[in-house]
């Protein structure tokens, strides 16, 4: 029971970290990762949200990772991408107006803040291994079928999202680059905290549990 609610708290706690470091970069205008820059351009092409798009982008990458590992869609993974798209779109009407960097140095601290809490937030939620955003599952995907690391794994992912967001007119910029080249690096950092982290409270609660 207790280890069911450990993992409910890392995967909520993730999602809630990583959306607030993505409404962070879209907030930047520097340009946001390449994920997020094709929910935007995709938002400016057809309407919705950017929530909205979190999920029907979510729902393709299921079914890409089903046919790539050639099992059944993870269809329970789109309920991260719903939590998600909700937080991404409540984070922007909540730092609407509180964060609106004019300066460079302003930008460039919102985007690498940014940038920061969603390799934060996503090293959480993969410890929670209970519905992991499509793209993150991606991920590892292609770190389970080619040995690449988990850094590299993901900038291979973020390159075709790049093109999809270039098509579709998404916000690229030098901020997309450094999303792209860094938050495989700060997931990577923080996974080894977040294990720590993981592991310590797994002790506790077993020593407080009759």
Not at 15 to 27: D, E, S, Y
Not at 48 to 61: D, P, Q, R
Not at 139 to 166: D, K
Request: glycine fraction near 10%.
């Amino acid at each position: 029971m207790f280890q069911s609610r450990q993992r409910f708290i890392f995967y909520v706690s993730g999602i809630i970290i990583m959306t607030f470091g993505i409404a962070l970069t879209i907030r930047s205008l520097m340009g946001t990762s390449p994920f997020d820059a094709l929910l935007v351009g995709l938002f400016q092409t057809f309407g919705l949200t950017i929530g909205s798009w979190e999920i029907v982008v979510g729902l393709a990458l299921v079914l890409f990772n089903a046919a790539a590992q050639r099992r059944k869609p993870e269809y329970f993974a789109l309920l991260t991408s719903l939590i998600t798209g909700m937080g991404i779109d409540l984070w922007l009407f909540v730092l609407g107006d509180l964060i609106s960097p004019i300066t460079l140095f302003g930008q460039a601290s919102c985007l690498i803040l940014g940038v920061g809490f969603v390799g934060l937030g996503v090293a959480v939620n993969l410890q929670a291994d209970f519905a992991p955003n499509p793209m993150d599952r991606s991920m590892l995907v292609i770190n389970e079928l080619t040995g690449l690391n988990v850094a590299i794994s993901r900038a291979l992912v973020s390159l075709v999202l790049v093109i999809l967001a270039f098509i579709f007119s998404g916000p690229i910029g030098i901020g997309t680059l450094f999303s792209a080249l860094f938050t495989g690096v700060f997931i990577k950092f923080f996974m080894h905290y977040t294990a720590r982290l993981n592991k310590n409270m797994n002790t506790y609660l077993k020593s407080i549990t009759p």
